[in-house]
């Protein structure tokens, strides 16, 4: 019961009693003076009626006592008139039943007025000739006293409810801050730490809104700290001091990562660069000149080279720049066709060899760099061994010089898809006929103290949801195709499919499905009515689905994300961050989302066993994720101790090769492990 209504119950019950009280002195008033009037009126009556006979009485006119009484009985007011002579004889006697019509018999039996007796002595001279009594009848006192009653019951009810009405609208102008602050709390418990600021007059509510307020900026202070002090210390991890880019163990990590998801199928290009002479110009002109002239590299690898076109809608990252060694750095591009790396490599050149600091005097430096190019990467590796290839050619000639390594491929698919007008056919064809497989990855999770006979440690959650299409017998993975299809602009038609179809199997499946949009799909107007429309006509498949969004999506349109999750939620639908983690700013936008799931980014996962620093930022991320109730998933897990540790440190949830390959039947899987 809210304490408004509990005030208005207190209420009620003072002016119940109050009521009653003056009920009951009303009353009591009123029935003594009721019963002074019958008396009155029977003494006065008795003693009028008395002299009237006397003559009648002594000529012994029975006939002319009974006119005189009649004519004063007959008005009702009376329940008897007796006369007795001397003996004690009755001479006449009149009597009317007490029969009170209009009055509840409840009320008469309840009060029981008194029926006083008037009596007086009939005399001539000093001769007694007879005793009359006279008996008030009570029906008219009832009357009078049941309409007082009625009059005050319906008076104090009035003032009862108007006071009601006028309490309550007071108390609630009042008490109102107390919704403010409960609302405070409620935002306070998701690290929303906002302020009351409508401060109210009463001294005590006063304090209690003034003393929140203080806390709420007290502790959205310490969470500040927080979240900087973490993302401080992970940016020093990840990031090389001298230029501010991603260090070597970084670039690394996220690249493999890359290349081992999903999404990671797509073309990409490499580039290694290295800076000649630059150790003998830090002992010429010392290390803080060499530090200057890396820093100046480093800037201009990051604000003067352009983006990469169409990486940032299907794929993880337009590009990825790091200081790989001592004066060396290396950048992939994601999702970049062969002709557009040739470009890309002639335009990072151009821009190297035109600083500045390369033409000062005593500055004797040189930039190589050297890129390979893969269809279909499959290790970081090898692309390491390409590119430095290409880069100790490049090393070979006289001056600053670039070099293109582009093996042949001997695949026969290859040479059908490396053509653009080859994809367009093929993803027309599949577009037109829905031609998209779906294949299903485990989420499992751990028991954590589950009462359960089963001795499994791991219990089956959910399934992440992936697209393939087949091109001659081959299944080919998103992250091959995607690419092609964000050229042309078909990335919403495929997430159009996907949705209708997972939504279809909802009807004969129990199961909970990981849906992802793609950012091209978001940012489209058109797909996001086409979706709101969707949902809203299947919010009872609700519970079942979750759908999952990139970082780098939240990132470059929080506003249509966030339009698009207060739209889906109250339906029932949840929303998972993929790749949570590889941005800078990773919690930023945490406040302001009602994200229900996080899935730290493989290049985190991997090798967490022995990285102090991603354990690290996995337990930050795991005590501010609790605070919001948000559910922590470890993507990309491949190795049993990297499993373990996640496990000691608190993670929820978990998916990888290591418990499950997607595959196109989820009856594949066990429900426990």
């Known amino acids: 019961m809210t304490l408004l209504r509990q005030l208005m119950f207190v209420v009620i019950i003072l002016f119940l009693i109050l009521f009653t009280a003056n009920f009951i002195l009303t009353v009591l008033d009123s029935r003594l003076y009721l019963e002074n009037q019958l008396q009155s009126h029977a003494d006065d009556t008795a003693s009028s009626l008395g002299l009237s006979m006397t003559t009648a009485l002594q000529q012994q006119d029975i006939a002319h006592l009974d006119v005189l009484a009649s004519a004063i009985f007959d008005r009702g007011y009376y329940q008897s008139i007796t006369l007795l002579n ?32 008037g009596q007086a002595e009939i005399m001539n001279g000093w001769n007694r000739l007879g005793v009359l009594s006279v008996v008030s009848h009570p029906g008219h006192a009832y009357r009078d006293l049941w309409r007082i009653t009625v009059d005050f019951f319906y008076l104090f009810t009035s003032i009862l409810l108007l006071s009601y009405a006028l309490l309550g609208l007071a108390l609630k102008f009042m008490l109102s801050p107390l919704k403010a602050v409960e609302e405070q709390a409620d935002a306070i418990c998701e690290k929303k730490f906002i302020t009351v600021d409508r401060i109210p007059r009463t001294r005590e509510l006063k304090r209690v809104v003034e003393a929140m307020n203080r806390m709420s900026r007290k502790m959205s202070e310490l969470f500040s ?52 002479n630059l150790e003998e110009l830090n002992q010429r002109m010392g290390h803080s000149e060499g530090d200057a002239i890396l820093k100046q590299i480093g800037d201009n690898l990051s604000n003067e080279m352009p983006s990469t076109p169409g990486a940032t809608g299907s794929g993880r990252h337009g590009r990825l720049i790091a200081r790989y060694s001592g004066a060396g750095f290396a950048i992939y591009f994601a999702n970049i066709s062969l002709e557009h790396a040739r470009v890309e490599l002639q335009k990072l050149q151009t821009s190297l ?24 990467p499959e290790s970081m590796s090898s692309m390491l061994t390409e590119a430095d290839t290409a880069l100790r050619t490049a090393q070979s000639r006289p001056k600053s010089s670039a070099y293109f390594f582009a093996p ?81 602009d078909w990335l919403p038609d495929f997430d159009k499919i996907v949705i209708s179809r997972v939504f279809a199997q909802l009807e004969t499946s129990t199961h909970k499905l990981v849906v992802n949009l793609s950012t091209r799909s978001i940012l489209d107007n058109e797909f996001a009515n086409w979706l709101t429309q969707f949902l809203t ?9 979750i759908f999952e969004l990139q970082e780098h999506a939240i ?34 936008y945490l406040h302001s989302l009602d994200i229900a799931f996080l899935k730290i980014d493989r290049s985190i996962v991997d090798g967490i066993s022995s990285n102090p620093d991603n354990q690290f930022f996995v337990q930050s991320v795991i005590q501010i994720a609790e605070t919001r109730d948000i559910t922590i998933i ?40």
């Open 408 to 488: 042949t491929d001997g695949n026969p698919l290859s040479n059908i898809i490396q053509q653009a007008n080859e994809w367009r056919r093929t993803l027309e064809t599949v577009l037109t006929n829905e031609d998209i497989l779906l294949y299903y990855q485990p989420i499992y999770k751990w028991r954590n103290g589950e009462e359960s006979q089963s001795p499994a440690e791991y219990k089956l959650a959910s399934f992440e949801v992936f697209m393939r299409i087949q091109v001659e017998d081959e299944v080919i993975q998103a992250g091959t195709f995607l690419p092609m299809a964000e050229r042309f």
């Open 634 to 673: 470890a993507e990309g897990v491949e190795h049993k101790q990297d499993l373990e540790s996640l496990h000691l440190l608190g993670v929820d949830m978990a998916m990888g090769y290591l418990l499950g390959r997607p595959a196109a039947d989820v009856g594949n899987f066990p429900q426990e492990l």
């Open 537 to 545: 006509t299947q919010s009872r498949y609700a519970p079942q689905v």
């Open 225 to 276: 700290r927080q979240v900087e002090l973490t993302e401080s210390l992970r940016q020093e991890a990840r990031t090389d001091p001298v230029t501010g880019l991603m260090n070597r163990r970084e670039f690394n990590a996220v690249l493999s990562g890359l290349l081992g998801s999903e999404s990671g199928g797509g073309s990409g290009a490499l580039a290694l660069i290295q800076i000649k």
């Open 353 to 376: 060899d035109s600083l500045q600091i390369l033409n000062e005097p005593g500055v004797d430096l040189a930039i190589d760099t050297g890129m390979t190019f893969q269809l279909s």
């Open 555 to 588: 990132q470059i349109s929080l506003p249509k994300v966030k339009k698009l999750i207060e739209f889906a939620t109250p339906l029932g639908f949840k929303f998972s961050v993929d790749q949570f983690g590889i941005s800078q700013s990773t919690f930023a």
């Open 86 to 117: 001397l003996d004690g004889e009755i001479m006449l006697k009149k009597t009317n039943l007490i029969v009170i019509d209009d009055v509840p018999a409840w009320f008469v039996s309840l009060i029981k007025l008194p029926t006083p007796v």
